[in-house]
Each structure stands twice: as structure tokens, then as C-alpha cells.
């Protein structure tokens, strides 16, 4: 599975590629029902990544390296395992114990019953049944997602309070930010009202999208209405942990991950008194298609204007199929939920070249960028994993309707001829395989066949990223150029005096007079820019 000290290992790598920060995921202790998104101690570096030594050495190490470090915070819901669930269970129904989740008694004449309709994100119910001391069938707990994740009651000031102690624990540390779970979620509507939506809804954050862009499947409706979603009353929890981080020396930052819409719902995250980030699902779920990307550009950058904030980019991230694999579908513009062997398979290398494309308007973009661990060496999604190797709840829950996470998730390939690619340290002398198995295209794609190559998508990122921090693109602006037609599959647009030209169409396109070009992610033949390729020109000097 990786661990911490393999993390360190390899910050240098992290320091070439050319980011500014790395976000992990969680690596607390966890019976792993949700890749570590069940946590069981907040404060405790599960014993199968290292130790919280182990923490402090890598933390030490990146700052060493000019490298900052995000954690993940995830404070909607607990490990079932978590000693507090273990407690409630223990205690009787309206106990102290009890309070800091959110029990409730069943419906029907022996409680038989949900207490409300609510489904699970993950699919089925979002609700449990305990047992009794005395072996009969007692109250109900609330799960957004798997059984193994009590929500915890965020309407009660003990679990408020050791949420902030759990942040100062890490920024005591010395951490540089956290990556909030699930940050649209922690407040439910008074009375847990029902909601016919939620029947519909799969994995809650991606049919949302799927009900903004009505992709087939979707669910069609406004989500973002859900009464487990977007409730005001979540920022009043950011505001007071914006006044947390400000009690602490240098540049402390929130990022949230809250699928909400539409961008002016996002835009609340990240006002002056709360969260530093919010990623923005609206340009990841546009696809490859020039219109609703650039229509994602503008409505995004509009909406954080009103609030003076950075727009968060992202194209890919560890529950969403990469992009890679998504935009080498016969609809690129499709977000399927995990691919299986018997779905369509993508189009590897027209996805790759649209990526390519994608990744680098993604970096010229004024605002912050996050990469997924794998994107910079053009990884695809494994899209043929079988059901014995997977692990998302999600597969399990949906009754492998929905495929699931696991192909996103998979070890990413350092070398080529090594066992595992070289993931495990171990596995070449302890025959240990990699948590998911690896398909042999990563074998292309390891970094050492990639370093140094030119033309190769892990140099292409190293360039683009050096090129985006020598420009300050992350702190420019944005503007239309006149060679902007989205219609006709053209996006360009000007940031500090570079252009940024992306040809979506069917043709090639020739490159303005009066600019040089500096970066492609296709070659450029004749002065024409291929079809699924973007390029980053300056003007030419007189
Ligand atoms: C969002 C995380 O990104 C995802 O991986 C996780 O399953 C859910 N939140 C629940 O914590």
C-alpha cells in the first residue's frame, strides 16, 4: 500500500516534477473499509504506513525541500471502530455517548423501520440498526456512506471541539494545510427531512455532476438541494477553523472537497473568513468538449472574483476515473463510475493526447492546480481489474453495478522491469504485491522509461510546470484571445502575455503569426497544431 517512509523516499521526485505541496490521503489509523476514509484515531499514524515518527521525519524532509504538506481531515463521519462509536454503541440511547453521533429510533410499530429515506452515497441504505446489550434490535445510526462510517452529530459542541484539538494537533506538527472530506456534508437539515432524490443518487458527489451536465444515468435532479448537502450551516464551522489556522505562524490553508453547484454555491467555501481552496468539480466534469470547458473557465472564474479567491483546478483525483481514460471514450465528455472489462474501453492513446492537452490549459490557468498521483506520467485508469482484486465499498454496495474507484487507485509504476514496478520496496525479496494489482501498460509508462525522454508526458509536466512558475500564471489573469472559438473547437485564451491555443476540432490549425512557440503537447508539423493538442506561445521579439 505504500507508506510513509517510501513517501519521503521520493519527495525529491515530487521537487523535480515542479509542485509546491503534496496532499495525502489519509494514512490514520483505519480498518481501511474506505481507503482510510474510516478513520479510527485521528492522531495515530496507522501502524501499516509508519509510525507518527516516521510523520515528523517526512514532514521535516519536505520543508527541507521547500515542499509544503496537507493532510486529510475528514470530520463528517468516524470509524465504526473509532472509540467513540464503540462507546455509543455501549451506552443507552440518548446518553452523552450517543449524542456525538446520530442515532435514532426506528419508524414502524417495533421500530423495524429507517428512520428516514435517505440512501447511502455509496448505495443502500444510509442507515443501520445496532443490536441491544440484551441481543434485541435497538436504535439506528446515520451513515452518508459505508455502514463502517457513523456520521458524527456536528450539532453537538463535544465533537466540534475535538475536531479543532485534532487540528492543532497536526498544524502543532507543523502541517500547511488540510484537504477537508466530504466539507458539504457535515450539517444535516433540522429533522432529518426525507428526500426522493436520494434514491437516485449512486456516489452523491458524482451524480451530481452528472444531474449539472445530464449525462446519461444522471439522476437529473438538483442535488445540491439534498438536506445532508450544502447546508448553510457548514461555514459557520470554516469560519471558526479560519480563525484556528490565523493563531499559527506562516501560510496555513483549508481546501475543500464539496461537490456543490452552481459555482456560486462553491464560491461560499471560499470567502475571505473561510477555506483558502475549494475544488472545482465543474471544470473536471466538463470533459473534453471546448464549449463547456470554456464555459466552465468563465463561470468559475467569475465566481470566485466575487469573492477574491483563487479558482482550485483538478482533472483527475482518486475517485474519479482518470482523465486519460475518460476523455478516450467515445463520448469524452461521460464520467462513468469506474470501468470494468465488459464496459467500453477507452481509446488509450487519443485519451492520453487529449490529457496532455487538458493538463496544460489546466496549468496555464490563473488559480491553483492539483495533480493526482500518476497524472504526470500520463497514467491510464486500470479498466479491467476483476471483481476478486477490488475494494471500493461502492463495488459492494451497488452490487458491482458501480464499478467503483479501485482503477484510479492503482500503485503507480517507478520501474519498468522491476516486480511491482518497483511500488513495494519489499516485493522483490518478500514476493509482496502491490495492494492493487497493476496492469502491463504501466510498464510503458514507468518513470524511469519517461525521465529524461523528450516528449514524454511526465517531461511534458516538468516543462509545463517550470514554464507556468517562471510566468506566475497561477497569479495572472485570464482573457479571451481573438482566436477563441469554442464553436468550432478552439479555446484560446491570454495569461501574462502568453497564449494559451488548444484545437478541439477535427483539423489542424495553424499557429498565430507575430508569437513563438515555447510548449506543446503534440508536435507541431508545418505550423499547424494538431487536432486534441494545446500550446503555450509568447509574443516574438521585435
Ligand atoms: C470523499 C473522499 O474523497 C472519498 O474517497 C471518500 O470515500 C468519501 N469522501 C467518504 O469519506
Known sequence: MGDIPGITQQLPYLRKLGVDAVWLSPFYKSPQADAGYDVADYRLVDQRFGSNEDFDHMLETAHGLGLKVIVDLVPNHTSDEHAWFQEALAAAPGSRERERYIFRPGKGENGEQEPNNWNSIFGGPAWTRTTNPDGTPGEWYLHLFDTKQPDLNWENEEVREEMRSVLRFWLDKGVDGFRVDVAHGMIK??????????????????????????????????????????????????????????????????????????????????????????????????????????????????AVAAVGAPVTWVLSNHDTVRHPSRFGLKDPTTFPKGIAAEDEQPDAALGLARARAATLVEFALPGSAYVYQGEELGLPEHTTLPAEARQDPAFFRTGGAERGRDGCRVPLPWTASAPGYGFSLNGPQDGAQPWLPQPAAFADHAADVQDGVDGSTLELYRAALAFRREHSLGRGSHLWSAAHNPERGVVAFLNNGVLVLTNMSEAGIALPSGFALVLSSAPVQDGLLPSDATAYLVPEKA
Open 189 to 302: 437539515a433540522k429533522g432529518l427531512p426525507d428526500w426522493e432524490g436520494a434514491a437516485a443518487m449512486v456516489e452523491g458527489s458524482i451524480s451530481e455532476g452528472e444531474a449539472t451536465h445530464e449525462s446519461p444515468g444522471g439522476s437529473g435532479q438538483d442535488l445540491s438541494k439534498a438536506p445532508f448537502f450544502d447546508q448553510d450551516g457548514v461555514h459557520e464551522i470554516y469560519r471558526d477553523w479560519h480563525q484556528l489556522l490565523a493563531e499559527y505562524s506562516g501560510d496555513r490553508m483549508l481546501v475543500a472537497e464539496a461537490w456543490v453547484e452552481p459555482a456560486e454555491r462553491l464560491a461560499r467555501y471560499v470567502r475571505p473568513d473561510e477555506m483558502q481552496q475549494a475544488f472545482n468539480f465543474d471544470f473536471l466534469l466538463a470533459g473534453w468538449d471546448a464549449e463547456r470547458l470554456a464555459h466552465s473557465i468563465d463561470s468559475s472564474i467569475e
